[in-house]
């Protein structure tokens, strides 16, 4: 297969793009093995697609038919990671105490079907804690000491899952 370079410079810059942006990719999986016998999505609707901007992660809404009486419990939990450090205010400002700490949002709600067994599942929507919220909570293991956030990182995990099922049907993450 033969490449063109315009081909090979429009990929590289969308992945350059990407990595400037901090953009990254969601993994999405579809198992309706998970789902009552039947399952699909309905005609012009597909798997939902997950979008991270700033803090917030969007996930579309579908449809899924063929779903009987089952209802389906859809979650979105979006986790901030932190990682820095307490310094001890000396003269040095001496880093004492490095930490890693997790708060994760979540929202969660129960679809019910519709009597023709149609499930409408409506676009989901999370954000994450900032920074500025995250040091207003936390405090370093001595008072006196003032932490410092080195680094910050955003995940996230969407499901969906049916009713009288342990796995989900449908799971993103990102």
Known sequence: MK???RRVLTLFAAILFALATGMTAAQ????????PQGA????????????????TVTCTGTAIEGVGNTNATVTLAVTSTFTGVCHNPGTNSK????FTKSETTTTSSVIRSSRNGRLIVPA????????????????????????EITGTSISFVYTLT?????????????
Do not use: M, R
């Open 40 to 55: 699909h999505y309905a005609k012009g609707a597909a798997e939902p697609v997950c979008t991270l901007s700033g803090l």
């Open 162 to 174: 049916f009713a009288g099922f342990t796995e989900p049907a449908i799971l993103i993450t990102g």
């Open 95 to 98: 880093v004492v105490e490095p």
């Open 124 to 147: 989901q929507s999370a954000t994450g804690t900032s920074s500025a919220e995250f040091l207003a909570d936390f405090t370093c293991p001595n008072p006196n000491w003032t932490a």
């Open 3 to 5: 490449l063109s370079l």
């Open 28 to 35: 999405a999986v579809t198992n309706f093995d998970n789902a």
